[in-house]
T-cell receptor
């Protein structure tokens, strides 16, 4: 069966520090992968999506970047975090039946 | 930009009552999906309805889609306290470059025991 792993669950980072969030998928090949961010009490905003290795599309300009070094691995990064990068980050993959989301990473930038 | 807009923003009902949440969107879609999110957790896929479908059922859930009005509703029948969560609609325009979901702001449902 397909599963999606996302870690860490929570993260507190100082302003200006780098960021690396990892997401891996099991049980499927060549999935579409996504990074979403959710501000408190709000809906989800699509940050990046990928249809294949090395293929990244950015939805909004920002302080973040994404990479897909392997078919089932999707990484969200930043060189220098801003306070506004705080939020709940969700990785997801999709197939014909819908999306499956990871359990999320709550990032607090202090 | 937000595509789906849910209403109400918040809904509080008693256990056993039905809960209805609505979603409106602006552009053509391939399908519309409803998700549930418990506080501080990931999203759980509830149901997907395609643009050529008008109604779909799954257990106590009933979803309708009216593409002429660009709206959808989610009905939860015989609600339980465990149904307390945020519910989001999301639209998929079905682009060939890879589907991307656009989420609404969500409805916070509270079911009081």
């Amino acid at each position: 069966s397909q599963t999606i792993h996302q870690w860490p669950a929570t993260l507190v980072q100082p302003v200006g520090s780098p960021l690396s969030l990892e997401c891996t998928v099991e049980g499927t090949s060549n999935p579409n992968l996504y990074w979403y961010r959710q501000a408190a009490g709000r809906g989800l905003q699509l940050l990046f999506y990928s249809v294949g290795i090395g293929q990244i599309s950015s939805e909004v300009p920002q302080n973040l970047s994404a990479s897909r070094p392997q078919d089932r691995q999707f990484i969200l990064s930043s060189k220098k975090l801003l306070l506004s990068d705080s939020g709940f980050y969700l990785c997801a993959w999709s197939d014909y039946y819908g999306y499956t989301f990871g359990s999320g990473t709550r990032l607090t930038v202090v | 930009s937000q595509q789906g807009e849910e209403d109400p923003q918040a809904l509080s009902i008693q256990e056993g009552e039905n809960a209805t949440m609505n979603c409106s969107y602006k552009t053509s879609i391939n399908n519309l999906q409803w998700y549930r999110q418990n506080s501080g957790r990931g999203l759980v896929h509830l149901i997907l309805i395609r643009s050529n479908e008008r109604e779909k059922h799954s257990g106590r859930l009933r979803v309708t889609l009216d593409t002429s009005k660009k709206s959808s509703s989610l009905l939860i029948t015989a609600s339980r306290a465990a149904d307390t969560a945020s519910y989001f609609c999301a639209t998929d325009a079905g682009e060939t470059s890879g589907s991307r979901l656009t989420f609404g702001e969500g409805t916070q449902l509270t079911v009081n025991p």
